[in-house]
């Protein structure tokens, strides 16, 4: 089974726009982190929150984390049709840290 | 730096037939492992390892195993292919809990 589930599965914005992606996952976490993957190829790592962190910004994307609802979301704000892709929440397996647990994704479509 | 990278990029097999998918890293992770990712679906994780000559199981692992023989290297077998086992094979490093560092994956279609 999946451990994060994000929502919606799939988002059409227009440049511009703010796109934004929730993930939930189901048991307590060290991390929660954000990934990006175009078209089949390799994820590309996107930001990474600490469980003691709430909200963490990098470029124009933001992450919030709410660890009492097991939730987190990804906003992109000004998305770009470059930012067209697949975005994956994944936290740790076994809380080991060492692998990750993914789930189904968000697939982001924007058009210009 | 190479990164992490993986061959062949791509392969055909029949069911039944055996072969080993290549995964390399020069970052000196401790940390390894190998994710299938099946069409509409995210990554699912195969094995792991936390360093040299120590794998675990993921959770998806029937069907395939691993060693860990250097740092670098995390080889992938697959023993019998089976038709189920065709998807896209990503293998990732990363030290300890940080960001993981993905190869451009191996399309695997097994007939």
């Known amino acids: 089974s999946q451990q994060g589930e994000e929502d919606p599965q799939a988002l059409s914005i227009q440049e511009g726009e703010n796109a934004t992606m929730n993930c939930s996952y189901k048991?307590?976490?060290?991390?929660l982190q954000w990934y990006r993957q175009n078209s089949g190829r390799g994820l590309v790592h996107l930001i990474l929150i600490r469980s003691n962190e709430r909200e963490k910004h990098s470029g124009r994307l933001r992450v919030t984390l709410d660890t009492s609802k097991k939730s987190s979301s990804l906003l992109i704000t000004a998305s770009r049709a470059a930012d067209t892709a697949s975005y994956f929440c994944?936290?740790?397996?076994?809380?080991?840290?060492?692998?990750?647990?993914f789930g189904k994704g968000t697939t982001l479509s924007v058009s210009s | 730096n190479a990164g992490v990278t993986q061959t062949p990029k791509f392969q055909v097999l029949k069911t039944g037939q055996s072969m080993t998918l290549q995964c390399a890293q020069d970052?000196?992770?401790?940390?390894m492992s190998w994710y299938r990712q099946d069409p509409g679906m995210g990554l699912r994780l195969i094995h792991y390892?936390?360093?040299?000559?120590?794998?675990d199981q993921g959770e998806v692992p029937n069907g395939y195993n691993v060693s860990r023989s250097t740092t670098e290297d995390f080889p992938l077998r697959l023993l019998s292919a089976a038709p189920s086992q065709t998807s896209v094979y990503f293998c990732a490093s990363s030290y300890r809990d940080g960001e993981q560092y993905f190869g451009p994956g191996t399309r695997l279609t097994v007939t």
């Open positions: 970052m000196n992770h401790e940390y």
């Open positions: 994944a936290t740790s397996y076994k809380q080991a840290g060492t692998a990750l647990i």
């Open positions: 390892s936390v360093g040299a000559g120590i794998t």
């Open positions: 048991t307590s976490i060290n991390n």
